[in-house]
């Protein structure tokens, strides 16, 4: 079993920048795939971002290359979003999500398995 808990959404402008923490339980967390994904109002879960336990591949969606990092701190049990050139689209709930371990990352919502509650993030223009 993963548990995961994010933190660091909050209010910014349009513009500004925000980072995203992930605290992931388990003794195995160098072995699973995260992802971040994002929930708008009215709008269905969608990808942001992923980075694969083996060489830390990563992968982004189209919206947010070039703005967006992930990153992982495996000694910490930790996973990042590092969020730059803020836009009032990018307001959502973003999700932490794990899938089990030892398997490859994925853009698909549905491949995972472990999420965290949800940070909101919110921007203003």
């Known amino acids: 079993q993963v548990q995961l808990v994010e933190s660091g959404g909050g209010l910014v402008q349009a513009g500004g920048s925000l980072r995203l923490s992930c605290a992931a339980s388990?003794?195995?967390?160098?072995?699973?795939?995260m992802g971040w994904f994002r929930q708008a109002p009215g709008k269905e879960r969608e990808f942001v971002a992923a980075?694969?336990?083996?060489?830390?591949?990563?992968y982004y969606a189209d919206s947010v290359k070039g703005r967006f990092t992930i990153s992982r701190d495996n000694a910490k049990n930790m996973a990042f979003l590092q969020m730059n050139s803020l836009k009032p689209e990018d307001t959502a709930v973003y999700y932490c999500?794990?899938?089990?371990?030892?398997?490859?990352?994925?853009?698909?919502?549905?491949?995972?398995?472990?999420w965290g509650q949800g940070t909101k993030v919110t921007v203003s223009s």
């Open positions: 999500a794990a899938r089990r371990a030892w398997s490859g990352a994925s853009t698909h919502v549905s491949l995972y398995d472990y």
């Open positions: 388990g003794r195995t967390f160098s072995g699973f795939p």
């Open positions: 980075i694969g336990w083996s060489d830390g591949s990563t």
